[in-house]
């Protein structure tokens, strides 16, 4: 008992000792004015060999030489149906903008190991930025292998948490390999985009807010707060300046950029890399806080933000009003500072890519990203466009005549459903194109051997033995538990203050059991970054308290991840109409007919009434819905229509009644 009291005082004092090392480090950094201007001087060796299209002096950008402010907005196009990427970026330039700034999400981009895709449809960076530039626009690139942009797991690929030895947003050798690979696939994109080579790009963004993230990093339990200290999630200057390195070594040459909140900027600087700051209001306070800390520099707000995200099960729709978002970008412009409206248009978070928060609980993020921005989620002009382009004029700019090519939303005819299926029979029989694997433990999904874990992973077992209990603990993010295929429960980990399941099964015989996990979203910013998805434990009991056994190779596990092929390979031939039965896991299909395609077409999904899961159109996702609001719609971009008949599939995990019909609306549906 002495040896290993003895022991567990040691190993507190080491990670005591190693806190304090990490805290020195940090107050190391440098401090004084005179240090942070030498951090940004041309002779630091950080620059370019090259010059930049895009340099400064004390008060002002220069493009080319000549004085230039920065008039930007963010859109991302992954977010953005392809065909109408020319639409949203003309209104971005009709608004009196100059600037695009978009992120690139590794994760979108990384379609297998090693394989990367920036082609196709949507992934075609190098078509967006030339799009901007046909229009007259510059470009900004955010390039970080982590974005945040309230984007599963901030772009990173969920295979990297596979990895025990990989630590993200540090110097760990592992997480650097897996970085410089994807380097190695993007520059090659990007470098030819550059206005030195005849491009619109006038910028990169090194990380984003790095600074920022470290207090966030300092609040994680003290079991991990060892492996904070030795640096996986500290803000490393040597991590950052890797960064600079290999973006350099690997042909950018123009302007580096990296963004902090005030409280972060003196963690988040490197040199090389011009700061800038994220702000909704204080403009002065925070703008005072960029100047202090970079003198001879001109002011750039990266993100001022228009509006807000929503997450699953909030009251209501966030909201903020034209009038403060004109008071706050006056008092930037006042103070001549350059500028960049996050978001001018949100988009819709398509897919199973919506991020997450965990300030104290988790919090998911819905899928449309409306943002209460200057364009609505199909790309409609608001309010607030109108108030801030007058500003614009009132400074200088230059407001061009508004043209949509794009067609408002529509209602639409509501259109019967035609056939359901039991998901849990079809899987059952194996006619299916999921891919199936059979393991004697339970895994975390990032362990099966896939390339990303996304959207749901079902867990099955025959339970040969009676079990009158079940116990599931640490399950992330929700569960619904079947019993021979009849639906028990559901638990949410966003509704509950544990995330823990206890189940009273009276089972006499034996029995199928099956455990449907959600990956709700990979939080995304700040606390729980990086976390595992799955269930931590499985247990049964009898009667009488003895744990059941199960034999070898009990779980069968099966990812369902609804790739376009796999939603196109359900045997619906065979699927029965539609039926009152609500316990099952039910999969519904529609048939939505199209006289002829166009964008005449948007229109939306009034999912009211319906309980938790994700709908398809031809096998795209076009993302989750929940009863529990505050979206009550799905966006159905017309574009993505085709003449004749359109398969919508809907998979509804949580529905408590029968829905005999898909309703449309002519707009977004919020609880306000």
């Known amino acids: 008992m002495q040896f290993k009291q003895r022991l567990l005082i040691g190993g507190s004092a080491l990670c005591i000792f190693l806190i304090l090392s990490a805290i020195v480090r940090r107050r190391s950094l440098p401090g004084t004015h005179r240090q942070a201007r030498d951090l940004f001087s041309a002779e630091s060796g950080y620059f370019a060999s090259r010059p930049s299209s895009l340099s400064y002096d004390k008060d002002n950008f220069l493009l080319k030489g000549s004085p230039f402010k920065i008039w930007s907005g963010s859109l991302h196009y992954f977010r953005i149906p392809e065909p109408y990427w020319r639409d949203r970026l003309l209104k971005l330039k009709q608004l009196g903008l100059n600037t695009v700034s978009t992120y690139i999400p590794w994760n979108f981009h990384e379609t297998a190991y090693g394989e990367f895709d920036f082609e196709t449809k949507e992934r075609n960076l190098a078509r967006f930025v030339s799009l901007a530039q046909d229009v007259g626009l510059y470009v900004l690139l955010r390039p970080s292998p982590y974005i945040c942009a309230e984007w599963t797991f901030g772009g990173l690929p969920s295979r990297l948490m596979a990895n025990d030895y990989l ?9 650097l390999r897996e970085v410089a690979m994807y380097y190695d696939n993007l520059m090659p994109v990007i470098s030819p985009l ?29 079991a991990r707060v060892c492996t904070v200290a030795l640096g996986s999630y500290d803000n490393d200057p040597a991590y950052m300046q890797w960064l600079v390195h290999n973006l350099r070594t690997r042909g950018l040459h123009e302007m580096l950029f990296t963004c902090d909140n005030a409280g972060g900027l003196r963690d988040g600087m490197v040199k090389g ?13 925070h703008l005072g806080a960029l100047a202090a800390a970079q003198p001879n520099a001109p002011l750039m707000v990266s993100e001022y933000w ?4 929503d997450h699953w099960d909030e009251k209501q729709h966030h909201l903020y009003s034209s009038e403060d978002v004109v008071d706050g970008l006056r008092q930037i412009l006042a103070l001549k500072a350059s500028f960049n409206l996050y978001v001018f248009h949100g988009g819709t978070t398509f ?6 928060n965990m300030a104290g609980a988790y919090a998911p993020d819905t899928t449309s990203y409306d943002y209460d921005a200057l364009l609505n989620e199909h790309g409609g002009v608001t309010a607030k466009f109108g108030a801030v382009q007058k500003l614009l004029v009132e400074y200088g700019g230059q407001a061009l005549p508004y043209d949509s090519l794009t067609s408002e939303p529509k209602v639409r005819a509501a259109v019967p459903i035609a056939q359901e299926m039991d998901l849990l029979k079809v899987l059952a029989k194996g006619k299916h194109a999921f891919p199936v694997y059979t393991h004697q433990r339970l895994k975390f999904v990032e362990d099966v051997p896939l390339h990303q874990a996304y959207g749901y992973t079902l867990f099955s077992a025959h339970v040969a033995q009676p079990a009158a209990r079940l116990f599931i603990k640490d399950f992330k993010d929700s569960v619904a538990v079947y019993v021979d295929g009849v639906r028990l429960a559901t ?11 206890a189940l009273e099964l009276a089972q006499t015989k034996p029995f199928n059991l099956s455990i449907l996990v959600e990956d709700a979203g990979r ?9 595992r998805k799955g269930m931590g434990m499985v247990e049964l009991m009898d009667s009488q308290g003895q744990l059941v056994v199960l034999g070898d190779h009990p779980w069968t596990i099966t990812p369902m991840h609804w790739h376009p092929h796999e939603v196109e390979a359900l045997p619906w031939t065979r699927a029965q109409l539609q039926t009152t039965d609500s316990t099952t896991m039910r999969v519904a299909k529609a048939n939505l007919q199209i006289q002829s395609v166009g964008t005449e077409n948007d229109t939306y999904i009034d999912t009211r009434g319906w309980g938790r899961g994700v709908v398809f159109l031809n096998g795209i996702n076009l993302g989750r819905f929940d009863g529990d609001g505050p979206q009550f719609h799905i966006y159905l971009p017309g574009c993505w229509l085709r003449q004749g008949t359109n398969e919508l599939v809907i998979l509804d995990v949580r529905r408590s009644s029968a829905v005999s019909e898909v309703r449309f609306s002519a707009e977004p549906i919020w609880q306000l």
């Open 523 to 531: 939080v995304n910013y700040g606390q729980g970054l990086g976390e």
């Open 491 to 501: 638990r949410e980990r966003w509704k509950v203050r544990r995330n823990t399941v």
């Open 194 to 222: 550059q206005m030195m080579n005849g491009g619109p790009v006038i910028g990169f963004y090194v990380e984003n807010e790095f600074g920022t993230c470290f207090d966030h990093h300092h609040t994680l339990a003290f």
């Open 351 to 356: 897919g199973f890519y919506q991020g997450a």
């Open 306 to 309: 228009t509006g807000w995200f």
């Open 273 to 285: 890399a011009l700061q800038t700051v994220n702000f909704q209001d204080k403009a002065a306070k």
């Open 167 to 175: 630590h993200i947003r540090s110097n760990n050798s592992e997480y």
